[in-house]
DNA sequence: CGTTTTTGACCCGCGC
DNA sequence: GCGCGGGTCAAAAACG
C-alpha cells in the first residue's frame, strides 16, 4: 500500500481543502433493536473531550427503532460463521444466541464524504478483513474492523462508481476505548467539513436504490 | 518477526 | 429448495 497514512493536512494525497471545501453528507441510521424497544441511549459517549464538543456528538444517535423491516443488512450479532472447522475437533456451532439477548444494541452511522482516499483517519485503528464487490457499484466494498480488543466496532467504506470522488464511510457500533492517535485530527475535519444534507431514516429502506 | 492486507471460500437471509 | 447478494473467515502473502 501506498504510505499515505498520516494526518490530512500533511498528505499529498489529500486534496488542496484551500480550494476545494470537502463536502460531506452526513446521515445516520438506527440501530438493530431486536429487542425491540430497550435502545437507552446511555452515555458511551466519553471520548476526552477536550476541547470543545466530543466527537461523539457529531454522530447522534438516531434510535427510530421503528417496525419496519430495519435496512438492507440485517447485521446480527457475529454468530453463524460455521466455518470449515468441520474435520477439526469441536467448535461449537453457532446457534444458540437467540431470544431476547441484551446486548444486541448496535448503532449504525454513515456518512458520505468526498475525497480521494477511502480511508479517513479517524483516529482508530482498523484492520480491514474483507472486501466485496456490490452489484450496482463498479467498486468493491471494503470491511474494515476495529483492531482493539473487545472493541466491536466495524466500518465499510466504499465508493460510489458514479462519482469516484465520493466515498461512503458506514460505521457499526460503538468504540469502548479511547482513540490512539490525537483527536484534533477529526475535529479539524469537522470543522473543514459542511453537511450538505442530514438523511433520515428513510435511508434504510434499501440499500440499493441509495447507492443508485 | 509481528501485524495487516489480500483473496477465495463459506455462510446466511431472503426472494423466487 | 435453490440461487443471488452480501458479509465474514482464514490462510498466505505483503509490509514495517
Redesign the pocket.
Given at each position: 500500500?501506498?504510505?499515505y497514512h498520516m494526518l490530512f493536512g500533511a498528505t499529498t494525497h489529500a486534496q488542496p481543502s484551500s480550494a476545494t471545501p470537502n463536502s460531506y453528507n452526513f446521515m445516520a441510521t438506527a440501530g438493530t433493536g431486536t429487542s425491540g424497544g430497550g435502545l437507552h441511549d446511555h452515555d458511551r459517549g466519553q471520548h476526552s473531550g477536550h476541547g470543545g464538543r466530543s466527537s461523539s456528538s457529531f454522530f447522534a444517535e438516531l434510535s427510530n427503532n421503528n417496525d419496519s423491516?430495519d435496512g438492507?443488512?440485517?447485521?446480527?450479532a457475529?454468530?453463524?460463521?460455521?466455518?470449515?472447522?468441520?474435520a477439526a475437533g469441536e467448535v461449537d456451532?453457532?446457534a444458540a444466541r437467540r431470544k431476547g439477548d441484551k446486548k444486541e444494541r448496535r448503532p449504525r452511522y454513515a456518512f458520505q464524504t468526498r475525497s480521494q482516499v477511502d480511508i479517513l483517519d479517524d483516529g482508530y485503528?482498523?484492520?480491514?478483513?474483507?472486501?466485496?464487490?456490490?452489484?450496482?457499484n463498479k467498486f468493491p466494498?471494503?470491511?474494515?474492523?476495529c483492531?482493539h480488543q473487545g472493541c466491536n466496532v466495524?466500518k465499510?467504506v466504499q465508493r460510489l462508481s458514479r462519482d469516484e470522488g465520493v466515498v461512503v464511510t458506514t460505521y457499526?457500533g460503538t468504540h469502548t476505548h479511547p482513540i490512539e492517535k490525537s483527536n484534533d485530527n477529526f475535529e479539524h475535519i469537522l470543522t473543514n467539513m459542511q453537511i450538505y444534507s442530514a438523511m433520515g431514516s428513510t435511508f434504510s429502506s434499501s440499500?440499493?436504490n441509495m447507492f443508485h
Open positions: 500500500m501506498e504510505n423491516k438492507g443488512a440485517p447485521v446480527a457475529d454468530s453463524g460463521r460455521g466455518e470449515s472447522s468441520a456451532r453457532p485503528r482498523w484492520r480491514k478483513y474483507g472486501q466485496k464487490a456490490v452489484k450496482n466494498r471494503s470491511y474494515y474492523r483492531t466495524k465499510q457499526e440499500s440499493h
